[in-house]
């Protein structure tokens, strides 16, 4: 059973397209984390939220972190062909020691 | 942030010899280290974690004898393949935090086994 899941899976789209991906689970979590990966790369972190209900706005990238914080989002603002990348939330389910949980991950394409 | 260097980024063996992958925190000690495989497209499968000056502890399913994991220093965690098989040919990537949750990570091992 995945502990968190990413939807959508896939998504391609063109250049100054709005999208949202979602991170969703039924465990709750002390904080989650936004990485982005690039092809033969580790991932990079963007982004953590830590209080329900808490948004946090990166450049084009905006991050919510749900109120029962179980759940977060990533919304990206006209999207450019270098958001293209694997993105994955992650995080540590409350009492669950320090290994991080990653979710199901979410491939963004961005065409011109 | 804190910097963690893997190396090899990329190596092909031959079925059946054994492929060390180093994993370095540059800038920071690190008394725990995590060890993930990735498939293609897929997120990253925790495989183990490395503690420093003891055992490390595998996750289900992953086969201690196979995947050896010695972390001898605060800065260096190593994963051994052994015995590598064309199925074990996959990207393995190692993290390691500072204070928080947050997971800095090498830059990955592309292993392929012929």
């Known amino acids: 059973t995945q502990l968190l899941e990413q939807s959508p899976q896939f998504l391609s789209i063109q250049e100054g397209e709005n999208l949202t991906v979602y991170c969703n689970s039924s465990?709750?979590?002390?904080?989650l984390q936004w990485y982005r990966q690039e092809p033969g790369e580790g991932p990079v972190l963007l982004v953590t939220v830590v209080t329900g209900g808490e948004v946090k706005k990166l450049k084009r990238l905006t991050f919510q972190f749900g109120d029962a914080r179980k759940d977060s989002s990533l919304h990206i603002t006209a999207a450019q062909p270098g958001d293209t990348g694997l993105y994955l939330c992650?995080?540590?389910?409350?009492?669950?020691?320090?290994?991080?949980?990653f979710g199901t991950g979410t491939q963004l394409k961005v065409e011109l | 942030g804190a910097v963690v260097s893997q190396h090899p980024s990329r190596v092909i063996c031959k079925s059946g010899t054994s492929v060390k992958i180093e994993c370095r925190s540059l800038?920071?000690?690190?008394?725990?280290m995590f060890w993930y495989r990735q498939f293609p497209k897929q997120s990253l499968m925790l495989m183990a974690t490395s503690n420093e000056g003891s055992k490390a502890t595998y996750e289900q399913g992953v086969e201690k004898d196979k995947f050896l994991i010695n972390h001898a220093s605060l800065t260096l965690s190593t994963l051994t393949v052994t015995s590598a098989h064309p199925e074990d040919s996959s990207f393995y990537i190692c993290?390691?935090?500072?204070?928080?949750?947050?997971?800095?990570f090498g830059q990955g091992t592309r292993l392929t086994v012929v």
């Open positions: 992650a995080g540590v389910p409350t009492g669950g020691g320090n290994k991080l949980t």
């Open positions: 465990s709750v979590f002390s904080s």
């Open positions: 993290s390691a935090h500072l204070t928080g949750p947050e997971a800095f």
């Open positions: 800038d920071f000690q690190a008394t725990t």
